[in-house]
């Protein structure tokens, strides 16, 4: 399936499994993945699973300082794919499409993420 993977501040590594339901994420106790950041809304990102298409949805939850997906904030609901990266608060979390076994293994695919994404230095 697909999981979200936080890979910045103190929770970096933590991940959450979205499966085939809608999971919502923020600074409550309550949630699935909580997220430890002023910045963040009790209630900040909703995340849907959208099964006629096998996608996964993001919406703002009218969150006070907003959704950014890949830099650019978002103002309507975002079909997700693979390497997407969100921004709320100041945390970082980054879509895939990959279920995770532990901490360890959604860090190193963060790792390997992370490397793809390395601008080439022409010297």
Do not use: W
Request: hydrophobic share 35%; no cysteine.
């Amino acid at each position: 399936m697909a999981s979200i993977v936080i890979i910045s501040g103190d929770q970096k590594g933590q991940y959450l499994p979205l499966g085939r339901r809608t999971n919502v994420i923020g600074r409550a106790e309550s949630l699935p993945m909580q997220i430890l950041d002023d910045m963040v809304s009790r209630k900040h990102l909703r995340i849907r699973y959208i099964p006629e298409t096998n996608e996964h949805r993001a919406e703002d939850m009218d969150s006070r300082h907003g959704v950014f997906i890949n830099h650019r904030k978002m103002t309507d609901p975002v079909i997700l794919k693979e390497g997407d990266t969100l921004l709320i608060g100041h945390t970082n979390l980054l879509f895939t499409d990959k279920d995770f076994d532990s901490r360890e293994s959604a860090l190193e695919h963060y790792k390997k993420v992370g490397e793809r994404e390395r601008p080439t230095i022409i010297g």
